[in-house]
């Protein structure tokens, strides 16, 4: 299943210097790829890396096109990582040959879905009343649809992902294995010692081209919906409270979670384990580091962090026990200041 | 499917001011509602939003009566967030029709399992032997009922809940989709650098009204069994742990852990990402702020919290540094009082 | 069911003292166990609780024979808790008589998936083309085996465990319900403001006798695989990135979660929430302390912890508040060193 260096350039551009007809059986990391391989080198600072690659052929950008060359077919890019990115798509539908798309036999479709001829629907799913799946989209094996969720086209539901009543996917999303929308949100009003269930009236509505790792949940809302926008891309086991937006193009590490409420911008990233809490806005652009938590509205781009810096166990414990103390240190620091203070002056009396 | 106010106050009480047939359409949040849509005031403190909502009802308190019939038709209530959550569980009854209970022909039943006449089980479902699945329960798609399970009455498994063998469940409770109960908990004895496993002979026991968040895990105990006690709420991702006890009412939001053989009491919450070590006890009312790490056990009602302030990422790294030299600060700090003292002492001799 | 003593040591070893004949209904904690049942006692420390105990039957150290005999029967062994986990085995497959495998016909199997006849395949599940199932496995119900699979023998996939195409499965290992191995990779290329996706091209790879907790999700590698060695266990809601390789034998708790690209170590342990940064490498035996995070490669083995210490709400807040200040404190504690310095130097002076 090789590809010659040739029909990479015809498919994805970029200028080829070296033998066109080098095949190419597999992309592979720099550091490892052997002859019949093509690699990338995205940073002029890995150009070291190239003297002593086994590569057939590497993805350069211009600057080190002649250093590449003397070692390698060279594909020469501006933007090299970009390019391993469209590769590696063109790959994938090279090499996956997708069946034509059916409906199994063994799936449970309601009789008033609109299942669009050109989806495919695999063994087990179940498909509730008056839901829209449109063309191109893939429902996975035990993918559940609840009544009237509606699908876009060139979509794809991994295997049991639950998509609740009336909840909206858009087109050109991947929603990996496990993935939960719409489950409800995590409303109760107290009384007398009890939780009283606030039904969660509300849907989750998810733009285009959104991606969704595996096992994660985004739950519905309590009276208007959640709302992911567009190119929005979340990793896994992510926990999306109810009433959440997510502005567009937003990515999200493993791990995280963004309680009930919270307006989070456009082109923001979430490392991975950080926590939102709820109510909270964050402006576009915000970066958090991995495994903070964000505890108030942040209105100013930037990167954001609050992590206990890792130690060895015993320097942790002892620095740990001083931070119980950390308070009255500061005021013993100022009595100090003031002492010193005190004897300047008196010092420099008269 | 509008309602009148006049049908909602003969379901719920509280005491209508203004036209009895106002239609109501939807319910809504106070900031968006329209002239067919109901919103609630909970609090005084947003009496001030009164003024420019769109609403044609509102639910309020007695202290708001007169400014919010100025504006609207009015339900007057003691506790409108409380009222707010039944009318949403009546909301959702009178709007979500369920089908009459039926089993599903593509539901795999063990014959020995007993499934009450008014039980629902959908597609694909997998029932073992000697499960017993109570009156008005609904056994959703893909749901498998591990070998001896119980499920009390009334109760809903979302789609595909897992639950264990020789598990229970009571009744009136709500699984969300991807639930777990009763995986192994994570036991091994260590044997020459390997880890032999502990088979985990226990079961989970789950009280009546408990309801459960997506992909949350509930794990078997190792000799006697976990055990989730009456009305407890579990948001998702939750991941509890062999032989947790938790008890009666606490609620835990989503991302969080808790260890094994550890008891959290009555009427306590634990916030989103909160974790809980291991062979822990706390107390009733015990209140854990998000992402807060309990390393000892806690035995007086209270607020606590432990996690690292978040900050722009260059004044974290100024005081994350500072933060490994603390105990070393502290000492520098006692030997400059010392030094004061001593200086001192030396002027006050005679 | 009970078993008798005699046919305990017959199968486990260990020294009989007290009549052979004594029957054992189950395994149970020390401090509950009744006269029909049968404890252990790991440590020495535990003594006292033998004076009290109700137990038929005790598994202890010689150093505790004497002590344990005049209460119950007694089973001595050098390591009663490595004891205890293989007589779980032995009871729970006394008691748990598997059924004769065979392939349910509510399966969908593709025709060119090759399942052992000593493999066991559950209702619902989906077997794709070209799977390699061996003997002895046992493949749940709404198990997905993609195109390419192979599964162990001997491995046990819990029901609705998802194995990606062309992913790896080892020999004897256990995957618990919800586990998600070879959804794809968090990879996009930044462009123009948005998110290009990298396909995932690599696969993962399980060694053998690796246990796998509930909804833990391992992704595939971007180009590489992702490899999990022989003997590691994982807990459940676990995140594993692309192209992480962990090594043999290592156990991590729930929640955890660790980055793409990192290698940890053999025999490691990681505390439940600890996070990894990723790009990072590990040495053996690294012990990560629970809800820790490592932000850096680790080269030397020991034991590593950061986290907040939890404190009553009232006190952290103002400790919180000082953090924010503390690299601020340490220049002011600086400037009253210098000053003292200073004093002591004019003071000194001719």
Chains 1, 2, 3 share one sequence.
Not at 152 to 165: D, H, K, M, Q, S
Request: charged share 15%; hydrophobic share 45%; proline share 5%.
């Amino acid at each position: 299943m090789s590809r010659s260096l040739d029909s990479i350039v015809q498919a994805l551009g970029g200028t080829l210097v070296g033998p066109a007809d080098t095949l190419i059986r597999r992309l592979a990391p720099l550091t490892t790829a052997q002859p019949d391989e093509l690699a990338f080198v995205a940073q002029a600072r890995y150009a070291s890396q190239i003297q002593t690659t086994q590569a057939g052929a590497l993805i350069v950008p211009p600057a080190l096109q002649d250093v590449a060359a003397q070692r390698a077919a060279v594909i020469v890019t501006d933007d090299p990582y970009l390019y391993y990115a469209r590769l590696s798509q063109w790959w994938r539908a090279e090499h996956d040959a997708a069946d034509a798309p059916a409906i199994h036999p063994m799936a449970s479709i309601h009789p008033s879905a609109v299942i669009d001829p050109g989806a495919d629907v695999a063994a087990f799913a179940v498909i509730g009343a008056g839901v829209v799946v449109s063309s191109g989209a893939r429902i996975g094996a035990h993918v559940v649809l609840g009544r009237g969720a509606r699908i876009g086209a060139g979509t794809w539901l991994y295997p049991r992902v639950f998509i609740g009543e009336r909840c909206v996917v858009g087109a050109r999303c991947i929603l990996h294995p496990g993935v939960v929308i719409g489950a409800d949100g995590f409303g109760f009003a107290p009384h007398q010692g009890q939780w009283v269930k606030i039904e969660q009236l509300g849907a989750v509505c998810i733009g285009d081209d959104v991606e969704i790792g595996a096992n994660t949940c985004i739950d519905r809302g309590a009276l208007d919906d959640t709302v992911i926008e567009d190119g929005v891309k979340l990793d896994n086991l992510i926990q999306i409270g109810h009433n959440v937006r997510i502005g567009a193009h937003t990515a999200i590490a493993g791990n995280a979670g963004v309680a009930g409420s919270t307006t989070i911008g456009a082109h923001c990233t979430l490392g991975g384990g950080a926590n939102v809490l709820g109510h909270l806005t964050l402006a576009d652009k915000v970066h958090i580091s991995a495994v903070s938590v964000v505890t108030r509205s942040i209105r100013e781009p930037g990167q954001y962090t609050g992590i206990f810096p890792i130690d060895d166990n015993a320097n942790w414990e002892k620095n740990a026990a001083s931070l119980k103390q950390l308070n009255r240190l500061r005021q013993r620091l100022k009595l100090v200041e003031q002492a010193l203070e005190q004897a300047h002056h008196k010092k420099t009396e008269p």
